[in-house]
Every structure is written in structure tokens, then in C-alpha cells.
């Protein structure tokens, strides 16, 4: 399998190296984390100074004596060397029954600049501070980008054909070594299957598979559509499954601790205040609805609108659906003190389809970037103070 540098991520452990928090790597499985620590190695190897590196892949048969957190804990101390710059990096954490009392325990000596990462269902963003009696930072690792596929397929021309591509096939790294895309959708149902069984039916006992996995594919059918506990389990119980709202909302959160899905949360433009009903719901990868629900619904409307709310997370953007009045505007993408406006779209050509996504930016009276993304094969242009940019080359700036 042919490895490429993720600049993004590896610039963030650069610029957190030597600082005194516990760095955990966190994403949906298979997305890159341990070979984004191979690199940072590589680069830790690459200084002139005095660093002892110790690193741990708890998957590895050598490492296998420590799987008990205070063996663990020994041989962390008996690898310390005096007067260097001693670095600690974990992979598959929580491999090691209680693992965070031996990493309590050595980041407490201060002897440790300490990496980890861990299956999302065990080392959750939502426990660290529980798990860690030290400051943690994370490191939010997604599935390849639309430039890390060109970078990885080292493709230099032919963009609008590698998009096309891209959207069929994802993300996913592990899936581009086969050559058919029936094979890469076979490795991506086969992750899909080791999240939900390994990862979340085991570690939150579920007692109805067949339950919990309909709510995931019926989210994996809808995504861009509002969506709440209560509108999903009255669909379901309508296909004859009985399930309460405590329960879907209970199994939502258990998708999303895995990284499967995230949530856009509405906000009021008017108001300017965030709605507690209704959200929409985006798959970490579009691969992951054509490998389990078909191909027969392409839906590009939609998986543009997926790929778009990926990339604005993986610009270091906070993104929410915006609602003024009765209408919807897709993103409302927040960083800072920067804020985007931005309507997705298949295809713009037709008229009405093209006022219905441009009306309701030109109903929002700040000054604020407002952006249509569409698949227009043109170069970038502005109608009455909105930008219409290809997601081809939007993906690519």
C-alpha cells in the first residue's frame, strides 16, 4: 500500500511536540491514525537532538506481555533514558485493560512527552477528561480529502473524472490497494461491520442488532435531512419495528461516538441562537452509504452535500444548517471570527433550481461570505454579491 505524508495532521503534532498535554489521535477506525504516528516518528527521527523514542503498537504479537496496565507501566519506565528528550507513543490504547491508570501514572512523573491513539468506541472525545487526570489535546483525523486522493493516485490533470471518482469510492485509505470498486466496497462494509459488532454492539451490550443496525443505514439514507429521535423512531415503527425515542436517541449518540456520523445542529439566523429539534446527520465518508445501502439511489445531491460538510470540518470549521424564517441554508461554517454562508448543490443549470438555492442567501442582510457549490464544470463567478464555485475546484483549493 503506497503511504502518502498528511501534512495537516503531522503540522499538528509538530506543533504540539514538547508541550506538556497527553496528544490523542482520534477518528473513525481505519482512517490513518496509526500511520499518521509512523510519520511523526519519521520526522522525530529526522532532529538533531537527543530524543528516545518509545513506541508501542499494542496489535503487534511482540507487545503482547503488555496487555496488563501494570507491565505496562514497568517497561514505559525501564525504556526512560536520563538526558534525553524522551517520547512516548502508544497505538491501540485501549488494547490494555485500564490503560489510563499506567498513562496517569507516568504523565504525573513528567518524564514523558506522550502520543496515543485507541479505537474511537474506547478513547471517546467525550471522555478524556474523565479517562486523563492530565490536559489532553486531540487530533481530529478524517478520511483522505479530495486532494489527499490526487496525492495519492499522483494525479495531475483529469480532475473532473478523479471527482467523479472520489465520490464513488470515498475516502477510506485501507479500500485503495484493490483494484475494482466492488472489492473497495467489500473492505469498507467490512470496517462498517467491525465498528458496529466489535465496537459498539459489544461495548454497549445492544441486545438488538438488527435494531440498532437499521437506525444506521436509515441515517445513511438520509443524510441532509432533518432528522430527530422521535420523527426516526415513528418511521421505523412504522415498518413494524417497535422502538422509543429514548432508545434511537441513546444508539444516535453511539454512531457518533464511533466517528460514523457527525451532527449539524440547526441555528437560527435571526435569532442568532442554536435549535434544540431537529438535526441534520453526515456520514465520516460517502463510501461507507454505496458499500451498505447500494448504489442504485446515487443521490449526488446529497453525498455533495456530505463531502462539503466534511471538508469545512477538516478546515477547522464549526458547521451548523441555518434556518431564517421558513427557509434553509445548508452551512452556516463558523471559525472564529469568520463566518460562510454556503447552499450545495448537484446542478445549477436549470432556473429554478438555481433560484431556489440562491434566494435564501440573498434574504440574509449581513456581510458575510455567501458561497453556492455546485457541480458547474466552469471556473468561479459572482451573481449579485454570491460566489458559484465547482466543487471540483473548491475540494482542490
Not at 507487545?63 to 524522551?86: R, S, V
Not at 440498532?212 to 413494524?240: H, V, Y
Request: some cysteine.
Amino acid at each position: 500500500m503506497q503511504l502518502i505524508v498528511r501534512k495537516k495532521y503531522l503540522d499538528e503534532l509538530i506543533e504540539l511536540y514538547g508541550t506538556p498535554d497527553i496528544k490523542v489521535i482520534t477518528g473513525i477506525r481505519r482512517s490513518g491514525k496509526s500511520v499518521l504516528l509512523q510519520e511523526f516518528v519519521t520526522y522525530l527521527q529526522s532532529l538533531e537532538e537527543p530524543i528516545n523514542i518509545v513506541m508501542i503498537n499494542l496489535q503487534e504479537l511482540e507487545f503482547d506481555y503488555l496487555l496488563e496496565y501494570h507491565a505496562l507501566h514497568k517497561y514505559i519506565l525501564d525504556q526512560y533514558k536520563e538526558g534525553m528528550t524522551n517520547v512516548l507513543l502508544i497505538d491501540e490504547v485501549q488494547l490494555c485493560p485500564q490503560f489510563e491508570l499506567a498513562i496517569n501514572s507516568i504523565y504525573a512523573k513528567g518524564i514523558y512527552d506522550i502520543y496515543i491513539t485507541g479505537s474511537n468506541a474506547f478513547l471517546l472525545s467525550s471522555d478524556l477528561a474523565t479517562l486523563f487526570t492530565g490536559r489532553t489535546m486531540e487530533i481530529k483525523v478524517y478520511p483522505f480529502s479530495f486532494m489527499e486522493y490526487l496525492t495519492y493516485y499522483e494525479i495531475t490533470d483529469g480532475y473532473d473524472d478523479a471527482f467523479d471518482q472520489y465520490v464513488r469510492t470515498g475516502g477510506m485509505p485501507g479500500a485503495y490497494v484493490y483494484k475494482t470498486e466492488d472489492r473497495q466496497y467489500d473492505y469498507v462494509r467490512d470496517v462498517y461491520s467491525t465498528i458496529l459488532v466489535r465496537d459498539l454492539v459489544e461495548k454497549y451490550k445492544i441486545r438488538n442488532k438488527s435494531e440498532f443496525t437499521n437506525i444506521s443505514e436509515f441515517m445513511m439514507d438520509n443524510i441532509g435531512n432533518l432528522l430527530s429521535p422521535n420523527n426516526i423512531s415513528k418511521t421505523l415503527n412504522n415498518d413494524r419495528s417497535e422502538i422509543t425515542r429514548k432508545t434511537v436517541s441513546k444508539y444516535i449518540g453511539y454512531l457518533e461516538n464511533a466517528f460514523l456520523f457527525y451532527e449539524a445542529k440547526r441555528y437560527d439566523l435571526k435569532g442568532k441562537k442554536y435549535l434544540a429539534n431537529n438535526s441534520k446527520y453526515y456520514l465520516c465518508d460517502s463510501s461507507f452509504r454505496y458499500a451498505v445501502n447500494g448504489t442504485r439511489n446515487m443521490d449526488f445531491g446529497r453525498v455533495y452535500e456530505n463531502i462539503v460538510y466534511l471538508e469545512l470540518r477538516r478546515r477547522g470549521y464549526e458547521v451548523y444548517v441555518g434556518k431564517l424564517y421558513k427557509r434553509e441554508v445548508d452551512f452556516v461554517a463558523k471559525k472564529r471570527e469568520a463566518q460562510i454562508y454556503i447552499q450545495v448543490s448537484d446542478n445549477i443549470s436549470d432556473e429554478k433550481t438555481f433560484e431556489r438555492e440562491h434566494s435564501p442567501l440573498l434574504a440574509i442582510r449581513d456581510a458575510y461570505p455567501k458561497m453556492i457549490i455546485a457541480r458547474t464544470h466552469h471556473e468561479t463567478y459572482d451573481y449579485q454579491g454570491v460566489q458559484v464555485v465547482d466543487i471540483c475546484r473548491w475540494l482542490r483549493e
